[in-house]
């Protein structure tokens, strides 16, 4: 039995004579509580509250503008109800809808969103085929991409000098294709990956008596013998093993990907270029801090904000037309205003470089150019793309 989806509305407080109202839909999963640290376990409002935030700041803008922005959210625990949900999010009258699913959910979404005229705001799956083979001309990407992500950490391996890859995988489909974004990336930057290693997920407890003896003594045997290598790359979505190879491995070696020296869209350290009013005025709201899901969900809210004040209208189709046009641009703490990529519906972005309580770095990194845009040195560009809209 499926789980009765949940409303939660989130209005402006300001009210306004004939003021025109923006509403704003959100799907949201349940979050998994499966993690290796108890730190990274999210929070029940993960994305919601920056969502929150996001129409709080459109509200504010609102007030100068006569616009009220209402953020209505329905609770997913399957793909199956996301259809419904989204129709009953279109009969209630949004305008354009994030959605916080994995790939099959954001495709259904954008499915039931075509005949509603409705643009579709992924604010959660990186996967690349969405971007590419699978790709639809409703779909618009907030949450940047494996390829992205992979590309920003091979760019700043490259600048080190560290070539010499040793890449280990897990065995779930997510972190299979977080490998292969590894390997594209290396080919890319000039990195060999000297030994590439599957690491099977067999389940068990993680929390027992003997198990830090255990994660010392599996993750030295998991990396031992290893060709030469400059670094250990780790591609591992589902957070099975790769949070337990830092000081762990058998050769002293720095650790990359899905752990030690992490490409992110958004950490609670950073604090660059504004970063750090954002992160105040969400700490204030959400009392915690702001995680990168958070993140996407307030920049993609402020996105529809932003076309909302510009076309001064409410219709999906004009809010999604100005979207993708030129015109579009978005303020978003990253040092630069980012934009849409015509060929794919992703955000260009910086890629933040996290290494557990500091920012490293930021892709795209010095020297790497591009005769549009050095974002575009992240992910693929339009020579590359397979998506045919």
């Not at 923006?22 to 993690?35: E, F, M, Q, T, W």
């Not at 007030?63 to 009953?88: K, M, N």
């Not at 869209?265 to 005025?281: A, K």
Request: charged share 20%; with cysteine.
């Amino acid at each position: 039995m499926l789980a009765a989806a949940a409303t939660f509305v989130f209005a402006s407080t300001e009210t306004f004579a004939q003021a025109l109202e923006i509403k704003i839909g959100y799907l949201h999963r349940p979050a998994s509580k499966d993690r290796i640290s108890l730190l990274d376990i999210p929070a029940r409002d993960d994305g919601l509250a920056g969502a929150a935030l996001g129409n709080e700041d459109n509200a504010t803008t609102g007030r100068f503008t006569g616009q009220t922005f209402t953020l209505v959210s329905r609770s997913i625990s399957d793909v199956s109800e996301i259809g419904p949900a989204l129709s009953a999010l279109a009969d209630d009258g949004v305008s354009a809808v994030l959605v916080d699913g994995d790939a099959a959910g954001v495709l259904a979404a954008a499915d039931a969103a075509k005949s509603r005229g409705l643009a579709v705001l992924n604010i959660a799956a990186p996967d690349d085929d969405l971007r590419g083979v699978q790709c639809s001309v409703n779909l618009i990407h907030v949450a940047p991409s494996r390829a992205m992500l992979a590309d920003a950490l091979g760019q700043y391996l490259a600048l080190k000098n560290w070539k010499r890859w040793f890449l280990m995988v897990g065995t779930n489909p997510g972190d299979q294709a977080l490998g292969a974004a590894f390997e594209r990336a290396a080919k890319r930057f000039g990195a060999k990956i000297v030994e590439k290693r599957e690491f099977k997920d067999t389940g068990g407890a993680r929390r027992t008596d003997s198990g830090l003896v255990q994660a010392q003594q599996m993750m030295a045997g998991a990396t031992q013998g290893a060709n030469d290598h400059d670094v250990l790359v780790a591609a591992d979505e589902s957070d099975v093993f790769a949070g337990y190879l830092p000081y762990r491995t058998w050769s002293p070696r720095p650790v990359g990907g899905s752990a030690g020296l992490i490409p992110t869209g958004w950490d609670p350290s950073f604090d660059q270029w504004g970063g750090l009013q954002l992160q105040n005025r969400f700490v204030r709201k959400a009392r915690r801090l702001m995680t990168a899901l958070d993140y996407q969900a307030w920049v993609a809210v402020r996105m529809i904000g932003e076309a909302a004040t510009r076309t001064k209208s409410n219709d999906p189709a004009a809010l999604a037309a100005f979207l993708k046009s030129p015109d579009f641009s978005i303020a978003a703490f990253k040092g630069q205003k980012l934009t849409l990529r015509d060929w794919d519906g992703q955000l260009r972005q910086p890629v933040l470089l996290f290494d557990g309580k500091n920012t490293v770095s930021v892709s795209p990194q010095s020297g790497y150019l591009h005769p549009v845009t050095t974002l575009d040195t992240l992910g693929y560009d339009r020579p590359e793309t397979q998506c045919k809209f």
